[in-house]
């Protein structure tokens, strides 16, 4: 019933035309058995014994004009049935043009709330949700539950109508018959109800392990340089094959269990056929049925036997639907990202100026559900158009800062506050849109680098110019200029054509295309030289033509020398803030700060002795390799 009302929700809108298609339905049931009286009428009244006729026999051929009319004129009954059947085929059309066109637009719609669902859902939420299940849930459940609503539940209206229209004229015509001709029905019902109940479990772990399995191909597929990195495409085919085994079985037990549903439900509807058969051959030799009622009653319960034998296979098809459904509605019961705190009066969005975000962050902690603390009671303050630097070991919270202030998670405890306002009063899409983010591993549509580049311009005329700019500042113009078709070459899934430096600086064009108040950059200079970071960050310290330009900056970063300069630098170990000040107090301080320094100072002293060296070294070698020469050629 669960599966049931979660149809009639998805249906909204389309009642009337599935009322519309039932109807259809009923009116074609109700005209093929109409048809079907029109010869047994002719065999009991105009070839038969007119007295012993049943009464609905003697009207249906006094409305063709009579027994003598039709005596002299057989070709009546038979137009009157190509007419019947021809009405009768126009009513089906309708009932199929109906249901599939609303099938289709459920469907769709469907597809539409799925998307705009998903897309949301809480980052928490998505976390816990394979991305492979995901894709099976938003089209083949989606697929199963259009097919059941354009074939099988029409099918199954049609097979309850087919069974129970014909049994009032059967009782007029004959009453012994026609409890001989639905016997075996009430068993066959009862059967199919039980498989149905055997199979539900079975259609719901059949889907699961279809998920489970496109889960697998579609993780395998994102991380196949990394499964030929490590060698590992053996172990990753025999994990593939056992969960395609594992489908493969549910699959065959679904089959095993057809095999033999469909077996005894054909042993019922021969058995009720030869009943039939048996019982009207008898009363007819004794004198105590007529022909043209014994013809009826055999043509009638081929009729409707058969698709109450398939009223079995479709009843047990839609568990496979409900068992979709029932996928679908798990995830659109999850709850969505709330926008505003319930006790919010206003929203207060940010406004599109050029002028820096203040951010304050007063006693923040945050745990991810039932982990231990991410932030620790961190707290500081960012003024307009200043920069801050945020360093630390892995897993120190870095990150988790930027999520917080993007609001892809809440706080547990504390305030942050934006310009002067706390955070959850803002819109997410407000102040996403005002923040522009590049990420340590940066995604790029399969698309031209001018699209990836344009894909979070704010206005819609964003032109050559600024792309050109953005990309200058990023350093990136000149090797885009270097590809064949320039900033209208198309990179391949997720930028991989492109070497990881290359994505980071078209990451970090797209983000200054945006013109953010404040752009984050996330290590997102960890797979450039040397040299190109500090391009890119003197650019974006003292560049001042153009618009992009972010006044405030957020730089997360494991080497140093990207966050010497911020005004602002914070040390975070644990969650919590150990250290915090400018550089130049940093280093003079001891602490974790005065030792990373420290290393990576003596590190790039270490590289620049070992490049003299290996520069002195080739000077010797091609002074050698010359006074060889030279000796040689005196030889």
Known sequence: MEGLRSIWKLARGEHASFGLAVVALIVAALLLYIALLVPQSVFDTVLGDSAAASDISRTIVGWMGGTDAVSHALWIPALLMVVITGFSGVAIHLKTRLAAGSAERIARRTRDRMYDHVQRLPCSTLDQLPSGDLLQRCTSDIESMRVFLTSQAPEIGRAVLMLLMPLPIMAMLDWRMAIASVVCVPAMLAYTAINFKKMGPSFAAKEAAEAAMTANVTENLTGIRTVRAFGRGAYEETRFAASSAAFREADAHLFRLFARFWSISDLMCFTQQIIVVGLGAYLFANGRLELGAYFYFLTVVAMFIWPVRMLGRMVVEAGKALAAIARLDEILAKAQERDLDPDAAHAKPLTNTREGLAISFRNVSFAHRGGPLVLDDVSFDLAAGQTLGLVGPSGAGKTTIV?????????????????GCALSLIPRASIRG??????????????????????????????????????????????????????????????????GGQRQRVAIARALVQAPRLLVLDDALSAVDAQTEATILTALRTNKDTHSLPPSKLIIGHRLSAVMHADLILVLDGGRVIQRGTHEQLVARAGLYQTLWRIQTELVDLASESSDADAAMSDRLTEGSSTAVLEVRDV
Not at 403 to 419: M, N, S, V, Y
Not at 455 to 479: F, G, T, Y
């Open 434 to 499: 005002v923040v522009g983010t590049v990420l340590q591993q940066p995604f790029l549509y399969s698309k031209r680098l001018r699209d990836n580049i344009l894909a979070s311009a704010r206005a819609a005329d964003a032109h050559q110019r600024a792309m050109e700019s953005a990309a200058a500042i990023a350093c990136v113009h000149e090797a885009l200029l270097a590809f064949p078709e320039g900033y209208d070459t198309v990179v391949g899934e997720k930028g991989l054509t492109l070497s």
């Open 403 to 419: 999520q917080l202030l993007l609001r892809f998670h809440e706080p547990d405890a504390g305030t942050i506050t934006i310009d």
